[in-house]
């Protein structure tokens, strides 16, 4: 899985000239959170957030009247409010990879730039949980187990072919680190076509620790 199958495209950009009042009205009309701000070579220079906007806007608590207010905000552009510093990614760039970019930086969204810095996309934390319940299986009737697996070659393989001599079926699989024990991996694994008690049985008889089991 890559971004480039999951990010929102064609982008809507803004120019960095634009008053911040017609980003916000912008980003509420067509529900986004987030701007890739470009110049006039279609280049990106900036990324303005919803979070930005909302903060240059005007307490109610202000003393100034409409007309004050309105004529102040009108001056306000895009340039002033916005984030130089943008984290990017690629279309080819992998969704796991994506993942670790927005969590180690803290943000909910990446703009997809092409060769030249142009914005072709975005993938925003949205995308990311979608294709996290694509790849679990999510919303799909069948068998969900939790495993603790040896760390070793072939274990993975010995397991789909225990479902399989069973004649179940496999939805989806993912791993996770157990950290109290480096020799052991867990394991998430969705099935579907078969006992429940018979898979435990199986995969306890191979090995595998069955932390959990339920259907889902």
């Given at each position: 899985m890559f971004v480039g199958?999951?990010?929102?495209?064609?982008?809507?950009?803004?120019?960095?000239?634009?008053?911040?009042?017609?980003?916000?009205?912008l980003m509420r009309e067509?529900?986004?959170r987030r701007l890739p701000v470009v110049d006039k070579k279609e280049k990106l220079i900036g990324i303005i957030s919803e979070?930005?906007?909302?903060?240059?806007?005007?307490?109610?608590?202000?003393?100034?009247?409409?007309?004050?207010?309105?004529?102040?905000?009108?001056?306000i552009k895009v340039e002033r409010?916005?984030?130089?510093?943008?984290?990017?990614?690629?279309?080819?760039?992998?969704?796991?990879?994506?993942?670790?970019l927005m969590v180690t930086h803290k943000i909910g969204g990446l703009p997809v730039v092409d060769d030249d810095n142009h914005p072709v996309g975005i993938i925003t934390e949205t995308d990311i949980f979608t294709t996290l319940v694509e790849m679990f299986g999510g919303g799909e009737p069948g068998l969900r187990l939790t495993l603790s697996i040896p760390t070793r070659?072939?274990?993975?393989?010995?397991?789909?072919?225990?479902v399989?001599?069973?004649?179940?079926?496999?939805?989806?699989?993912?791993?996770?680190?157990?950290?109290?024990?480096?020799?052991?991996s867990g394991l998430v694994i969705k099935v579907r076509d078969i006992s429940k008690e018979q898979l435990i049985d199986t995969l306890e008889g191979i090995g595998d620790h069955v932390l959990d089991a339920r259907e889902v």
């Open positions: 199958d999951h990010m929102s495209a064609p982008v809507v950009t803004v120019k960095p000239d634009l008053p911040f009042q017609e980003a916000l009205k067509k529900h986004f979070r930005d906007l909302l903060y240059a806007s005007p307490s109610p608590a202000s003393s100034l009247s409409v007309w004050e207010i309105n004529y102040l905000l009108s001056k409010l916005m984030s130089t510093s943008v984290i990017t990614t690629t279309a080819p760039t992998s969704i796991e990879n994506a993942a670790h070659k072939g274990v993975l393989a010995q397991l789909a072919q225990a399989f001599d069973l004649g179940g079926d496999i939805i989806s699989v993912g791993t996770f680190p157990i950290e109290r024990n480096p020799e052991e």
